[in-house]
């Protein structure tokens, strides 16, 4: 499975942690951003991840800001993203599974390392 992952500066810490997560599982994982945790736009990052996952180039998308509900907006305004929050792994598994959604949104504020 193809996962690209994006963030804004608020979620630039759960990202990276997330990243190596999944690296260390042996997914491979394109990071579009940010790169630091200074000041970005939201907006930017989020629709360069759902675009691409609209037009297929990546099997699902992830982003975290640090409430994860801002780049699920952002996101949604694409069309073919079908971006969600999930607050734990019951909600994403269901919404991946019956509402076919293709991007995750998490904050990185109101997600522990664990549930990361």
């Known amino acids: 499975m193809k996962i690209v992952i994006g963030s804004d500066h608020a979620g630039y810490e ?21 790169h ?4 970005v736009d939201y ?24 409430f994860g ?16 929050c999930a607050y734990d792994v019951v909600s994403a598994r269901f919404a991946a599974a019956h509402e076919d959604a293709n991007i995750l949104c998490l904050g990185g504020k109101t997600h522990g390392e664990v549930a990361l």
């Open 43 to 66: 907006p930017d990052i989020a629709q360069l991840v759902a675009e691409s996952v609209s037009r297929r180039e990546f099997d699902r998308g992830v982003l975290l800001d640090g």
């Open 36 to 39: 630091s945790s200074d000041a």
């Open 14 to 34: 759960a990202k990276e942690r997330l990243k190596k997560f999944l690296q260390a599982m042996g997914q491979g994982v394109t990071d579009f951003g940010c």
């Open 69 to 84: 509900g801002a780049v699920a907006l952002a996101a949604n305004k694409v069309p073919g993203a079908r971006a969600v």
